[in-house]
C-alpha cells in the first residue's frame, strides 16, 4: 500500500454541539467552523495522548513491570493566523466556550463530510486567547488553549 501525504489533508473543526461523541452527524459537523483553513502550519498542538504508567512491580522481584493508568492530554492549543475585518475563529473561541474539536485526517481537508468517514472528536473548553510575540516576516498570530472536559473518541466515524 502506497504512502500517504499529509499536506493538505488535516481538517479540523469546531462543532458548537454534537449529540453523539461516537458518531457526529454531516448535519452537526457542517454547523461547525473549518478552522484549518486559518491555522498556522503547526498550528496543531498537543493532540497526542499521554498514558500514565502504573506500577505493578512487588518487593520481591527484579525487574520494574506496570500497567496503563490514566489517559490525559496536556499543552493542547490550536494556533491562528489573524485575519482582518470579520474573524470567525477569533469572535467564536472565546474564553469559557464549550464545543468540540473534530480532526479529520487522510483526505483533503476542502472535501464535504460523509457517513462513514473516521474522525477524532474532542470534547473542550477555549482558554484565554494568547497573542503570539511579534516577529519579523511573519503574519499576526494567536493561540487559543483548550482543555478537555470529558473522554475524547479517538476512532469515531461520521453517521
Known amino acids: ?3 500517504i501525504p499529509g499536506d493538505g489533508k488535516l481538517r479540523v473543526d469546531w462543532v458548537p454541539a454534537i449529540a453523539n461523541k461516537n458518531a457526529p452527524t454531516t ?3 457542517n454547523a461547525g467552523i473549518r478552522v484549518s483553513q486559518w491555522m498556522t502550519s503547526d498550528g496543531f ?3 497526542r495522548p499521554e498514558t500514565a504508567d502504573v506500577p505493578t512491580s512487588g518487593m520481591e522481584d527484579t525487574f520494574d513491570t506496570s500497567t496503563n493508568g490514566r489517559r490525559s492530554y496536556s499543552g493542547t492549543v490550536l494556533r491562528f ?5 470579520s474573524d470567525a475563529v477569533y469572535s467564536t473561541m472565546v474564553p469559557d466556550a464549550t464545543g468540540f474539536i473534530v480532526e479529520r485526517r487522510s483526505m483533503a481537508a476542502a472535501t464535504a463530510y460523509a457517513s462513514g468517514q473516521p474522525v477524532k472528536v474532542y470534547p473542550v473548553i477555549c482558554g484565554e486567547t494568547a497573542w503570539l510575540d511579534q516577529e519579523p516576516n511573519t503574519v499576526e498570530r494567536f493561540e487559543v488553549p ?3 472536559t470529558a473522554q475524547p473518541n479517538l476512532r469515531a466515524a461520521v453517521a
Not at 493566523?81 to 475585518?85: A, E
Open 1 to 3: 500500500m502506497p504512502d
Open 27 to 29: 448535519t452537526e459537523l
Open 45 to 47: 498542538v498537543g493532540f
Open 81 to 85: 493566523k489573524k485575519q482582518s475585518g
Open 146 to 148: 483548550l482543555k478537555m
